[in-house]
């Protein structure tokens, strides 16, 4: 059975860290992009990160830059989300998606998705 299984949500203070983690099971997560994707309330699910296959391209959008940090270890079939300086504007429920290929922008462009684990960041 293919599964992304997201962990390591919270809650947490302000400018305080979380590492979310993504594990993969049911297929070869090193033949895919890893994407991480947030969704606050009343808001589309956006794309925060991506790092392709082999780790050599990562793509972060304007607001997490500098702060968050996406990694993967293909040994361990697992990708990660290391979340540093947490705003309150961070609070979502977080996904990770595996894309065949190569990093996409698109939501519609991944192949599957976790559950979602929830992030808040509030004092």
């Known amino acids: 059975q293919v599964q992304l299984v997201e962990s390591g949500g919270g809650l947490v203070q302000p400018g305080g860290s979380l590492r979310l983690s993504c594990a993969a099971s049911g297929f070869t997560l090193d033949d895919y992009a890893i994407g991480w994707f947030r969704q606050a309330p009343g808001k589309e699910r956006e794309r925060v990160a991506c790092?392709?296959?082999?780790?050599?391209?990562?793509f972060y959008a304007d607001p997490v830059k500098g702060r968050f940090t996406i990694s993967r270890d293909n040994a361990k079939n697992t990708g990660y989300l290391q979340m540093n300086s947490l705003k309150p504007e961070d609070t979502a429920v977080y996904y990770c998606a595996a894309r065949a290929g190569v990093c996409g922008n698109s939501v519609s462009l991944y192949n599957y998705w976790g559950q979602g684990t929830t992030v808040t960041v509030s004092s």
């Open positions: 790092i392709s296959r082999r780790s050599s391209v990562t």
